[in-house]
């Protein structure tokens, strides 16, 4: 059984730092793109940063320059480092992998159970 567990959430002041960090466990064939979403109260979930096996990236606007998404592929682990953190980030962070259990089967969304992230202003 595939699990992804994050950690690294927590309280920060605004302008503070925090890097989230997220493992893929259990039996799987590969992992290809990993990310990172996030959701408010009363908003949609959306999407952070992403990244491919490759170690190609993709930011939403609003984090570009301040986040920035890494892989270890060997650890099957993707983390977020983010800096100059304002009220605003402050969300439940969700990680999510596109994973192949097996070489025969098509990769499937696989997602964390999230992680708090409390900006203080």
């Known amino acids: 059984q595939v699990q992804l567990l994050e950690s690294g959430g927590g309280l920060v002041q605004a302008g503070g730092s925090l890097r989230l960090s997220c493992a893929a466990s259990?039996?799987?064939?590969?992992?290809?793109?990993m990310g990172w979403y996030r959701q408010s109260p009363g908003k949609q979930r959306e999407s952070v940063a992403e990244?491919?096996?490759?170690?190609?990236?993709n930011y939403s606007d609003s984090v570009k320059g301040r986040f920035t998404i890494s892989r270890d592929n060997a650890k099957n682990t993707v983390y977020l480092q983010m800096n100059s953190l304002k009220p605003e980030d402050a969300a439940v962070y969700y990680c999510?992998?596109?994973?192949?259990?097996?070489?025969?089967?098509?990769?499937?969304?696989?997602w964390g159970q999230g992680t708090q992230v409390t900006v203080s202003s």
């Open positions: 259990g039996s799987f064939f590969s992992t290809s793109a």
């Open positions: 990244i491919t096996s490759g170690g190609s990236t």
């Open positions: 999510n992998a596109k994973i192949r259990t097996r070489s025969w089967l098509n990769s499937r969304d696989y």
